[in-house]
């Protein structure tokens, strides 16, 4: 399992990679590059913490964490979308940006978004 997830976390470096050389009017290359790392400093690829994260990879990271969860996955079944947005309300302030969570847990329960089949 270990090998498998030393896997699964390059695709953020690999995701920089391809998208480093484009000249884009935003940070895109460095937001997927950081779109893993934790406000704490437990995340991946470099272990960033608070501020050293963008915003914009704070925001792509509670939505990555919100659509991972409550889609299915060839190793396991949908976990669903409240138990995705009660990870996003147990750690606002600690894994995930507070601002950023409270935007998403605002959309799901007072917006009334739902994903789409």
Same mark, same amino acid.
């Given at each position: 399992?270990?090998? $498998?997830?030393?896997?699964?976390?390059?695709?953020?470096?690999?995701?920089?990679?391809? /998208?480093?050389?484009?000249?884009?009017?935003?940070?895109?290359?460095? #937001?997927?590059?950081?779109?893993?790392?934790?406000?704490?400093? %437990?995340?991946?690829?470099?272990?960033?913490?608070?501020?050293?994260? /963008? /915003?914009?990879?704070?925001?792509?990271?509670?939505?990555?964490?919100? $659509?991972?969860?409550? %889609?299915?996955?060839?190793?396991?079944?949908?976990?669903? #979308?409240?138990?995705?947005?009660?990870?996003? $309300?147990?750690?606002?302030?600690? /894994?995930?940006?507070?601002?950023?969570?409270?935007?998403?847990?605002?959309?799901?329960? $007072?917006?009334?978004?739902?994903? %789409?089949?």
């Amino acid at each position: 399992m270990d090998a $498998e997830f030393d896997m699964i976390k390059i695709h953020p470096e690999a995701g920089y990679n391809i /998208l480093k050389e484009i000249d884009f009017p935003w940070p895109i290359a460095e #937001t997927v590059y950081q779109h893993h790392e934790r406000l704490d400093g %437990s995340g991946y690829p470099r272990g960033l913490k608070g501020k050293e994260i /963008l /915003l914009q990879a704070k925001i792509i990271a509670v939505a990555d964490v919100v $659509e991972a969860m409550s %889609s299915h996955r060839p190793y396991r079944a949908a976990l669903g #979308t409240e138990k995705a947005l009660k990870e996003i $309300e147990d750690n606002k302030g600690i /894994l995930y940006d507070p601002d950023v969570a409270d935007a998403c847990l605002k959309v799901f329960r $007072e917006k009334g978004f739902k994903f %789409s089949n």
